[in-house]
């Protein structure tokens, strides 16, 4: 695709941090479990939206400093960098396990609509993570933000899937997360494909 490099490399690691255990992943099958598919299925909705959001700041807003600024593309290229590099640091040290509840409750749909799409818009980690993949992907001369989109909405594809067999499979994912190191042997191999990125984005040139 025009002004995209390695378009498979990008949708095969987006397929293996998708898979990573995190917070999203916890959201919707604590909803799943506690509210059956309905609720599973609002949570999702609720994500999915929140990730349209980021995709269009992080797409409009990389592409204009981009265009404009050598300067503020090195600031954005760097601490891009580092923070992948921290995440993937983070993700192999860490050896504990996920906890997810199965309390069963009863919340109305809007709620957890809501729920998702706040708990996704308003967490820096989901823009800071947009702003530090992106741009590697993306060639240095593109002049508008319709490559960054289509990342964005490629990432959202992926995520889409992912989470929909999440809440299908709720019940023995989160039974399986619960008896072995599955989620363990996960961070860690995400956090290798972190710090690779991360280490990538520095060969960046504008």
């Known amino acids: 695709m025009e002004n995209i490099t390695d378009y498979l490399g990008f949708i095969g690691a987006v397929i293996i941090l998708s898979i990573t255990p995190g917070a999203d992943t916890i959201f919707i099958l604590t909803k799943s479990i506690a509210g059956g598919y309905k609720q599973g299925f609002a949570s999702v909705a609720g994500i999915i939206c929140g990730l349209f959001v980021h995709t269009a700041l992080a797409a409009f807003g990389l592409s204009i400093i981009l265009m404009t600024s050598s300067l503020l593309f090195n600031i954005v290229k760097i601490a891009g960098a580092a923070y992948l590099i921290y995440l993937g640091i983070m993700a192999i040290k860490s050896k504990s396990n996920i906890i997810i509840s199965s309390e069963k409750a009863t919340v109305s749909i809007k709620k957890t609509f809501r729920q998702g799409f706040f708990t996704n818009i308003l ?11 992106l ?12 490559p960054f989109l289509i990342l964005g909405l490629t990432f959202i594809a992926i995520g889409t899937v992912w989470s929909l067999f999440l809440v ?13 190191n599955f989620s363990s042997y996960l961070n860690k191999i995400s956090g290798v494909i972190f710090i690779i990125l991360g280490l990538n984005i520095l060969r960046i040139k504008n």
């Open 168 to 180: 299908a499979a709720s019940s023995y994912i989160s039974s399986s997360l619960r008896t072995s």
């Open 135 to 146: 741009p590697q992907f993306v060639n240095i001369n593109a002049s508008t933000p319709v």
């Open 123 to 133: 967490n820096p980690k989901v823009a800071l993570f947009f702003l530090a993949l």
